[in-house]
């Protein structure tokens, strides 16, 4: 597997201090936190980390296809390090989002109806589990 920097070179981001926490943070946390998680976790770290450098950064990320940005939580835009094809499930009590494998989706639209698939966005909304165990 390749390092943090050489992902980031191989997706042409100059990888800096900032950069690199940033993206080891989003593919270690597969909470997908918003940028000012990422911020208030990280400072400590990274004295020199601002917000605009965060937030600038996930737009970079996203715009370079080393993190997708999701839009299932209606007041915060989130972030996941993890961009091959799956989908998200929402839980409306607890707000936790959690990953859910997707089949060759893009593959059948390929085959099927001839679509040339460049991004798939699946999220699903409802109760958790943990959730329902304590209604």
């Not at 996941?80 to 839980?91: N, P, R, T």
């Amino acid at each position: 597997m390749k390092s943090t920097q050489e992902y980031l070179i191989a997706h042409d981001i100059k990888p800096s201090v900032q950069r690199l926490g940033i993206m080891e943070y989003l593919l270690s946390h597969r909470t997908h936190p918003t940028a000012d998680e990422v911020y208030w976790d990280l400072q400590p770290s990274i004295p020199t980390l601002s917000k605009t450098t965060v937030y600038n950064t996930m737009k970079l990320f996203v715009e370079q296809g080393v993190a997708i940005q999701i839009d299932i939580d209606e007041r915060n835009a989130r972030f996941d390090g993890v961009v091959e094809a799956h989908a998200h499930f929402y839980c409306k009590k607890c707000g936790c989002i959690i990953d859910l494998p997707l089949p060759q989706i893009s593959w059948m639209m390929s085959e099927t109806y001839g679509f040339t698939v460049d991004e798939t966005c699946v999220n699903l909304k409802g109760i958790c589990e943990e959730c329902k165990k304590k209604s």
